[in-house]
């Protein structure tokens, strides 16, 4: 189940960027489970990584790879090689050292990613064995298979792209994402990797990717967990024509819009594919007095299990919604100041429900696949939007059955 038409959409490829897919018959239905990226020589990359602190094996080793100036992503789904202690760090080395052999490369110019269960052994010996077909597969075109095959209880493939035009030459961004629970990143999503043919010098890619990550997937949540594994990982490879991209160039400006609008793309799909979500929110917070301030009203909101499971139910129990901004620990906090909206109907206003309020008007939203809750606090400028979804009765299956 997910929210919205979500057909893939057409992919730009990414000159100096191949992909490749295999199988390793690590999911149980057969299907591709590995995937390996190569960069060409030159290309700069930079990354994000959860704040979890049993971090995954994976996420161990590539933030240690990550300032080599990497050639190769090598990236597994169906198991997360997190909770395996010294040997699933040995694991994620052994897997690399398999790709850089297969490559002619080196190790350490290898970031190793995985998704999946949590708590059981990487297959390595299976994965060893699909490297040499990923490998061969491997083109500049295959992002659709790409996104298929880091894909776990996802719905469906997530995917986005955009080419613009600086001084007449044509720069192209094309990236993929996956994730559908254990959503709530303190750095980027689950999984997501992020291909510019533009020239960019690392320290500028990283500042592109820690502002993007901040304000896109660091804005929604599917239930409040953060993963061990999550990682967001951003590529340059410099085979474009156009001007290297600085911050001082003409087209700084173009080219980090249509980058947040493919980071946002990609974030806005892993809410659309929530487990079990059947409607997707925006919880909209304005005059907060700081950004910090607004966001934690926004995600003591869409954290709150009562607001979304009455979401699922399409009952207009506003009072859920601001008991939840009431406990969201905003001091010096004037309740008869808020204001709240359920779309264009004022539920709150003075500290109680809104005199202009109507059941019937608060059921007609609830009854959308897409609704935008308003809060107005009352006490700054500062504005931030944090996409959630609700809870359903298949949240509760999807993970209670993950395992079998």
Same mark, same amino acid.
């Given at each position: 189940?997910?929210?919205?038409?979500?057909?893939?959409?057409?992919?730009?490829?990414? #000159?100096?960027?191949?992909?490749?897919?295999? %199988?390793?018959?690590?999911?149980?239905?057969?299907?591709?489970?590995?995937?390996?990226?190569? /960069?060409?020589?030159? %290309?700069?990359? @930079?990354?994000?990584?959860?704040?979890?602190?049993?971090?995954?094996?994976?996420?161990?080793?590539?933030?240690?790879?990550?300032?080599?100036? #990497?050639?190769?992503?090598?990236?597994?789904?169906?198991?997360?090689?997190?909770?395996?202690?010294?040997?699933?760090?040995?694991?994620?080395?052994?897997?690399?050292?398999?790709?850089?052999?297969?490559?002619?490369?080196?190790?350490?110019?290898?970031?190793?990613? %995985?998704?999946?269960?949590?708590?059981?052994?990487?297959?390595?010996?299976?994965?060893?064995?699909?490297?040499?077909?990923?490998?061969?597969?491997?083109?500049?075109?295959?992002?659709?298979?790409?996104?298929?095959?880091? /894909?776990?209880?996802?719905?469906?493939?997530?995917?986005?792209?955009?080419?613009?035009?600086?001084?007449?030459?044509?720069?192209?961004?094309?990236?993929?994402?996956?994730?559908?629970?254990?959503?709530?990143?303190?750095?980027?999503?689950?999984? @997501?990797?992020?291909?510019?043919?533009?020239?960019?010098?690392?320290?500028?890619?990283?500042?592109?990717?820690?502002?993007?990550?901040?304000?896109?997937?660091?804005?929604?949540?599917?239930?409040?967990?953060?993963?061990?594994?999550?990682?967001?990982?951003?590529?340059? %490879?410099?085979?474009?024509?156009?001007?290297?991209?600085?911050?001082?160039?003409?087209?700084?400006?173009?080219?980090?819009?249509?980058?947040?609008?493919?980071?946002?793309?990609?974030?806005?799909?892993?809410?659309?594919?929530?487990?079990?979500?059947?409607?997707?929110?925006?919880?909209?917070?304005?005059?907060?007095?700081?950004?910090?301030?607004?966001?934690?009203? @926004?995600?003591?909101?869409?954290?709150?299990?009562?607001?979304?499971?009455?979401?699922?139910?399409?009952? #207009?129990?506003?009072?859920?919604?601001?008991?939840?901004?009431?406990?969201?620990?905003?001091?010096?906090?004037?309740?008869?100041?808020?204001?709240?909206?359920?779309?264009?109907?004022?539920?709150?206003?003075?500290?109680?429900?809104?005199?202009?309020?109507?059941?019937?008007?608060?059921?007609?939203? /609830?009854?959308?696949?897409?609704?935008?809750?308003?809060?107005?606090?009352?006490?700054?400028?500062?504005?931030?939007?944090?996409?959630?979804?609700?809870?359903?009765?298949?949240?509760?299956?999807?993970?209670?059955?993950?395992?079998?």
């Amino acid at each position: 189940m997910a929210v919205g038409k979500n057909k893939f959409p057409e992919i730009n490829p990414i #000159p100096g960027i191949k992909l490749g897919t295999a %199988s390793a018959e690590i999911k149980k239905d057969g299907g591709t489970d590995l995937l390996v990226v190569e /960069m060409a020589e030159g %290309s700069t990359c @930079a990354g994000v990584f959860t704040q979890n602190a049993f971090c995954a094996a994976p996420v161990i080793v590539a933030k240690q790879n990550l300032p080599n100036q #990497p050639r190769w992503l090598l990236v597994n789904s169906g198991n997360a090689n997190a909770g395996t202690g010294h040997q699933g760090i040995q694991d994620a080395w052994e897997t690399c050292g398999s790709l850089a052999v297969a490559l002619n490369g080196i190790v350490d110019k290898v970031l190793p990613f %995985s998704t999946g269960v949590i708590a059981e052994a990487l297959p390595v010996e299976k994965i060893k064995k699909a490297i040499p077909l990923a490998v061969q597969n491997q083109a500049d075109n295959n992002w659709d298979s790409a996104a298929k095959a880091i /894909m776990t209880t996802d719905t469906f493939p997530k995917g986005s792209s955009r080419v613009i035009e600086i001084d007449g030459k044509n720069i192209s961004i094309s990236g993929i994402s996956k994730g559908s629970g254990m959503i709530q990143p303190n750095m980027a999503t689950m999984l @997501a990797f992020i291909a510019t043919d533009a020239k960019i010098s690392t320290s500028l890619l990283q500042w592109f990717l820690d502002n993007l990550a901040e304000k896109t997937f660091n804005r929604i949540t599917v239930d409040g967990d953060t993963s061990t594994n999550d990682a967001c990982i951003l590529m340059a %490879s410099g085979h474009s024509d156009a001007n290297e991209i600085t911050e001082s160039c003409p087209g700084f400006d173009a080219f980090h819009a249509a980058l947040e609008e493919v980071f946002q793309e990609l974030a806005e799909a892993i809410i659309r594919d929530g487990e079990g979500a059947t409607k997707l929110i925006r919880i909209v917070v304005e005059q907060a007095r700081d950004t910090y301030e607004a966001v934690r009203v @926004a995600k003591t909101v869409a954290h709150s299990p009562l607001v979304k499971t009455a979401f699922f139910a399409s009952d #207009p129990n506003w009072g859920r919604i601001l008991a939840a901004v009431g406990r969201a620990d905003i001091e010096d906090i004037k309740i008869e100041k808020i204001v709240i909206f359920l779309g264009d109907v004022c539920i709150v206003r003075n500290g109680s429900r809104a005199e202009s309020y109507t059941e019937k008007a608060g059921q007609k939203v /609830m009854e959308q696949e897409e609704i935008t809750v308003t809060i107005l606090l009352g006490r700054g400028q500062a504005k931030e939007e944090v996409l959630t979804c609700d809870f359903s009765y298949d949240y509760v299956r999807i993970n209670a059955e993950y395992r079998t």
